[in-house]
């Protein structure tokens, strides 16, 4: 929805309140609210006028259906008739509503603002997927539900609703992706996991790429037993299976196997290590105390101008106090050596996007925080249904809240912009300028 499409309907909102208020034909409303009378739950004020507005639209659908109002003379010239009412209870987003809900005589009468068979109305169920999105478990969605708003829903009908959206999951799980990412970061997070009788570590697999606009997206979700290269190389092949046939460079964490794995399904692609990866593997060997004035050693190692600068870097690192000490921390950067100097040949605006996994690193923070409050999960596919749904939680909050401060000054600004999901690089433009001077051939086809 558009800026000017929310301006509309709160001015439309306003002015009907305001009517309403003028006409009087809410003071009977809030004379009951004043009185002490609940909004939500049994015997809400809420609650009658939507069981007042939905047993008046549903009355309004059979006198369509059966060609004549409710106590027209002519009733009896018509072919199908009224028959009564039969009991219906729904939950709704302000507590249960007893509907009564009116039948014909040919039994042909179906109504489409309360379907047959329907138990919910729709705004329950997005309340529960939200909760859901949010990282509250079903038990807990189900008395979340009964304490504020008076709904009784069972366990087993909060998952069926969560798992209407598999299909939705699998269909974004499946999607064609683009022939050309410029950058792929890749990383994991680990996850509990009921197998069997037991409750074991998994690792959900996370695929970020960066387009040819510099916008990013999440192409994937994938849950493995354990982190490894060979299992990496599935997701590389199953990534090129949708569509992605090249990608100049994958920035990814220090595994062993895992540029490897990634060349088997695109051998021209520059593999880099995260930079930041490789400062915690250093920071490893270093005492608490020593770790700031080890990292400022460290600093020109990862900000020198070329590799052999980089190179002098890391020899006068071993030759001094800190390497000294602990000489193995520079023993770590010599081991990653092939792989962490690609990013020192390219200017400082690419070396921005392709020096750390930060970027999924910060997705991954907060999808950390969603599953925390969880003791394992079912399975494979309720991990990844979890965290696309809380990926798109994040974003969806996000946006809600940039759009509360949609016209204040830049300075007042405090609103988090987008995660992942649809952000845009940074400098993205002076990057792929220089993407297009270092893979010319393989670049220009696409811009």
């Given at each position: 929805m558009s800026a000017e499409e929310r301006a509309e309907r709160r001015r439309k909102q306003a002015e009907l309140a305001a009517e309403l208020k003028t006409t009087g034909a809410l003071d009977e409303v809030f004379a009951r609210i004043d009185a002490g009378e609940p909004l939500t739950g049994d015997g809400g004020v809420l609650g009658g006028m939507l069981k007042a507005a939905l047993e008046r639209g549903l009355e309004a659908e059979l006198s369509e259906h059966v060609g004549y109002e409710?106590?027209?003379?002519?009733?009896?010239?018509?072919?199908?008739?009224?028959?009564?009412?039969?009991?219906?209870?729904?939950t709704s987003e302000v507590?249960?509503?007893?509907?009564?809900?009116?039948?014909?005589?040919?039994?042909?009468?179906?109504?489409?603002?309360v379907g047959k068979g329907q138990r919910r109305l729709d705004g329950v169920d997005g309340m529960i997927i939200s909760l859901y999105a949010g990282g509250m478990t079903l038990r807990d969605i189900s008395h979340h539900l009964a304490s504020t708003v008076g709904v009784d829903v069972s366990h087993e009908t909060i998952s069926k609703v969560v798992d209407s959206i598999a299909e939705e999951v699998l269909a974004w799980q499946r999607r064609p992706l683009e022939s050309l990412y410029p950058v792929i970061y890749l990383d994991a997070i680990m996850v509990k996991v009921k197998d069997g009788s037991h409750v074991v570590n998994k690792a959900a697999h996370i695929a970020v790429g960066v387009d040819m606009d510099g916008?990013?997206?999440?192409?994937?979700?994938?849950?493995?037993?354990?982190?490894?290269?060979?299992?990496?190389?599935?997701?590389?092949?199953?990534?090129?299976?949708?569509?992605?046939?090249?990608?100049?460079?994958?920035?990814?964490?220090?595994?062993?196997?895992?540029?490897?794995?990634?060349?088997?399904?695109?051998?021209?692609?520059?593999?880099?290590?995260?930079?930041?990866?490789?400062?915690?593997?250093?920071?490893?060997?270093?005492s608490y105390g020593d770790r700031k004035a080890v990292a400022t050693a460290?600093?020109?190692?990862?900000?020198?101008?070329s590799e052999d600068a980089a190179l002098e870097a890391l020899e006068a690192f071993e030759a001094g106090p800190w390497g000294t000490k602990y000489p193995a921390a520079a023993r770590t950067f010599r081991a990653a050596w092939e792989r962490f100097i690609p990013f020192l040949a390219f200017p400082p605006e690419l070396?921005?996007?392709?020096?750390?996994?930060?970027?999924?690193?910060?997705?991954?923070?907060?999808?950390?925080?969603?599953?925390?409050?969880?003791?394992?999960?079912?399975?494979?596919?309720?991990?990844?249904?979890?965290?696309?749904?809380?990926?798109?939680?994040?974003?969806?909050?996000?946006?809600?809240?940039?759009?509360?401060e949609r016209g204040l000054p830049a300075a007042e600004r405090r609103a988090p912009g987008r995660l992942i999901e649809g952000s845009v690089t940074?400098?993205?433009?002076?990057?792929?300028?220089?993407?297009?001077?270092?893979?010319?051939?393989?670049?220009?086809?696409?811009?």
């Open positions: 409710k106590g027209a003379v002519d009733a009896a010239d018509h072919p199908n008739s009224r028959n009564g009412y039969y009991a219906k209870t729904v507590g249960d509503i007893e509907l009564a809900i009116p039948r014909d005589r040919a039994g042909t009468f179906t109504p489409m603002l916008i990013k997206h999440v192409l994937g979700i994938w849950v493995q037993t354990h982190e490894g290269a060979k299992f990496w190389a599935q997701v590389c092949a199953d990534l090129a299976n949708r569509g992605v046939r090249d990608v100049l460079i994958v920035c990814c964490d220090g595994l062993t196997g895992f540029p490897e794995a990634i060349e088997a399904t695109w051998p021209l692609a520059t593999v880099q290590t995260c930079v930041v990866h490789l400062i915690r593997a250093a920071m490893r060997f270093v460290l600093k020109p190692i990862y900000t020198a101008a070396r921005r996007v392709i020096y750390t996994t930060n970027a999924i690193e910060s997705l991954n923070y907060q999808l950390r925080k969603v599953t925390k409050n969880r003791g394992h999960f079912p399975n494979d596919a309720a991990v990844v249904k979890l965290l696309w749904l809380a990926i798109c939680n994040i974003e969806d909050k996000r946006t809600r809240e940039r759009e509360k940074t400098n993205w433009k002076a990057a792929l300028g220089q993407l297009a001077l270092v893979y010319p051939e393989r670049i220009e086809p696409y811009l």
